[in-house]
């Protein structure tokens, strides 16, 4: 089979065709645009059975990746850090150029058999935009509620109420007398400040009706799960993408990090805790575990039981997100089976 590693750039990419032994068959450059993927398989038609290996097929190299899976063709990921340690393994020097970037990248498909296989994007992609067009917008109205705090501040004798909203915001604006220029100043900033809370809050109702609307949509049964709703159903879904990607519940614990990591020595068995991993889908995970700890659920009885044999409440906590990423994934394969069309 004849292995085509792709460079990509933001103007150009650089494919490099090897033959099963090693050997280069031949290499293209191309520019990017629209025909670039049409041009590929022109190239490439030569060749029978054939397999395409994108670095960073989730960065630069997205839009020839989709185009190569959409038109049918097997391709996987070669992450950037593997095709950098296989350029200098296998070239024994540091030179590096297009070409030589692109065969790097093929070696590693060749060699490896543990890389992800690019799939068409589908509903989970536009979850993940929803969840993450809404952290901005929930980071942006943090920060435009401390900055008129700190305007309050030098307005009002004893500043604002934390949870502070617009209106409320706006009714302690109408009671200032600014009696300085200064003053006059944060007094306007802080009124513009309350257009821009109103402009948030207005953006992030829409949000979440976008993401409730798409996860019923994506008919996802996460929302069954005690302290799942539509907008961490929304986070889970778009940050684990295509879960048949993930062989076994094992591979998924590892890709969420809350599967713990041997670190024995001899005779000493130890694991530690996993710092690696998904970190936006372990923050879901410990909001969901918190969720069931502080109320009535199994999760609540499976943390205490822990507790009663001794574990602390981190220890507890840790091995709860353990047992919800093991449900999460069952119900997550369970609905990409009935997603399936019926033979």
């Given at each position: 089979m004849i292995t085509i590693g792709i460079d990509p750039h933001k103007s150009s990419l650089?494919?490099?065709?090897?033959?099963?032994?090693?050997?280069?068959?031949?290499?293209?450059?191309?520019?990017?645009?629209?025909?670039?993927?049409?041009?590929?398989?022109a190239w490439a038609q030569r060749w029978g059975p054939r397999r395409w290996a994108v670095e960073g097929a989730a960065g630069l190299g997205r839009g020839v990746a989709q185009g190569l899976a959409v038109a049918g063709e097997c391709v996987v990921d070669v992450p950037a850090q593997l095709a950098a340690r296989a350029r200098l393994l296998d070239t024994g020097h540091a030179r590096k150029t297009d070409a030589i970037d692109a065969a790097s990248v093929a070696v590693?498909?060749?060699r490896s058999r543990r890389l992800h296989r690019v799939h068409p994007e589908d509903q989970s992609v536009v979850l993940r935009l929803l969840s993450e067009r809404r952290d901005d917008l929930a980071?942006?109205?943090?920060?435009?509620?401390?900055?008129?705090?700190?305007?309050?501040?030098?307005?009002?004798?004893?500043?604002?109420?934390?949870?502070?909203?617009?209106?409320?915001?706006?009714?302690?604006?109408?009671?200032?007398?600014?009696?300085?220029?200064?003053?006059?100043?944060?007094?306007?900033?802080?009124?513009?400040?309350?257009?821009?809370?109103?402009?948030?809050?207005?953006?992030?109702?829409?949000?979440?009706?976008?993401?409730?609307?798409?996860?019923?949509?994506?008919?996802?049964?996460?929302?069954?799960?005690?302290?799942?709703?539509?907008?961490?159903?929304?986070k889970i879904i778009g940050q684990t993408g295509v879960v048949q990607r993930f062989p076994t519940r094992y591979h998924y614990a590892s890709y969420c990090g809350t599967a713990p990591i041997e670190a024995s020595s001899g005779e000493q068995r130890r694991h530690r805790l996993s710092r690696a991993g998904n970190r936006q889908l372990n923050r879901a995970l410990h909001l969901v575990a918190v969720c069931q700890i502080r109320t009535k659920s199994p999760g609540r009885e499976f943390y205490q039981r822990k507790l009663a044999e001794s574990k602390t409440a981190a220890e507890a906590r840790r091995a709860l997100k353990r047992r919800l990423c093991d449900t999460i994934y069952r119900h997550l394969t369970r609905d990409h089976l009935a997603r399936q069309p019926q033979p």
């Open positions: 650089t494919a490099v065709a090897l033959d099963p032994s090693g050997q280069i068959a031949d290499s293209i450059r191309l520019p990017v645009d629209g025909a670039v993927v049409g041009q590929l398989l590693v498909a060749q980071g942006e109205r943090v920060r435009v509620v401390n900055r008129l705090h700190a305007l309050l501040r030098d307005l009002i004798p004893g500043g604002a109420r934390r949870n502070l909203t617009a209106e409320q915001a706006s009714a302690l604006l109408d009671g200032v007398q600014a009696m300085t220029a200064p003053d006059a100043q944060r007094q306007q900033l802080a009124v513009d400040l309350v257009a821009d809370l109103r402009r948030l809050d207005a953006a992030l109702a829409a949000n979440t009706t976008d993401i409730a609307a798409a996860v019923e949509a994506q008919a996802s049964t996460l929302t069954q799960i005690h302290g799942i709703g539509p907008v961490l159903a929304a």
